[in-house]
Nanobody
Framework: QVHLVESGGGLVQAGGSLRLSCAAS????????MGWYRQAPGKQRELVAD???????NYADSVKGRFTISRDNAKNTVYLQMVSLKPEDTAVYYC?????????????WGQGTQVTVSS
């Protein structure tokens, strides 16, 4: 079992910055990718950014140029640096670790951290 703990959320004014962290513990192996998702009230959960074990990154169009995802494999931690935050970035942010043990894909989720951007 993999346990994910997120930190770094909070309240910030528009234009401000936050850095989210997600640390994993437990039986960690075959992690294929790590990512961040978010869910705003009344909306579906959406991918914000992810990073593969090889370091390839992918971003939602709405955050390109403002958010940066990175990982520390030695610490089993993934980060999301967010700058130039906008009110529409307000959401609960969830980290995700995806493990692939063919043919099964395992998805692990954190408990979520609230990010609120005031205008």
């Amino acid at each position: 079992q993999v346990h994910l703990v997120e930190s770094g959320g909070g309240l910030v004014q528009a234009g401000g910055s936050l850095r989210l962290s997600c640390a994993a513990s437990g039986r960690i192996f075959s992690i294929n990718a790590m990512g961040w998702y978010r869910q705003a009230p009344g909306k579906q959960r959406e991918l914000v950014a992810d990073i593969t074990s090889g370091g390839r990154t992918n971003y939602a169009d709405s955050v390109k140029g403002r958010f940066t995802i990175s990982r520390d494999n030695a610490k089993n931690t993934v980060y999301l640096q967010m700058v130039s935050l906008k009110p529409e970035d307000t959401a609960v942010y969830y980290c995700n670790f995806r493990a692939v043990i063919a043919p099964v894909i395992y998805n692990y989720w954190g408990q979520g951290t609230q990010v609120t951007v005031s205008s």
